[in-house]
């Protein structure tokens, strides 16, 4: 499975963003597909996850504010984030592993297939 996200950028405090993330090489079917972020300096933390079927989990952080989804025709999935904040401001990663029974684990060993990052900065 190759991921390539995309849809980073620099946007004020309080502003939206959009990540996607297009997924090839295999069948998207029975895939987890999850949004990670690294700030600098920090480790690698989880976002918000989403199984095949639908079910979506979010780190305390996103909840609230970052909506994932995904189309399994396109093989794609996004992360629609809104009243972002300067805390927000990290590398995001998209990454994908064949879970049919994921259960929302939050660690980055969970998965195997990874994208490159995008940025993103808030700007305060």
């Known amino acids: 499975v190759q991921l390539q996200a995309s849809g980073g950028g620099l946007v004020q405090a309080g502003g939206s963003l959009r990540l996607s993330c297009a997924a090839s090489?295999?069948?998207?079917?029975?895939?987890?597909m999850a949004w990670f972020r690294q700030a600098p300096g920090k480790e690698r933390n989880f976002v918000a996850s989403i199984r095949w079927n639908g079910d979506t989990y979010y780190s305390d952080s996103a909840k609230g504010r970052f909506t994932i989804s995904r189309d399994n025709a396109k093989n794609t999935v996004d992360l629609e984030m809104n009243s972002l904040r300067p805390e927000d401001t990290a590398d995001y990663y998209c990454?994908?592993?064949?879970?049919?029974?994921?259960?929302?684990?939050?660690?980055?060993?969970?998965?195997?297939?990874w994208g490159q990052g995008t940025q993103v900065t808030v700007s305060s």
């Open positions: 990454a994908a592993s064949f879970a049919p029974y994921y259960s929302g684990s939050r660690r980055s060993e969970a998965f195997d297939y």
């Open positions: 090489g295999r069948t998207f079917s029975g895939y987890v």
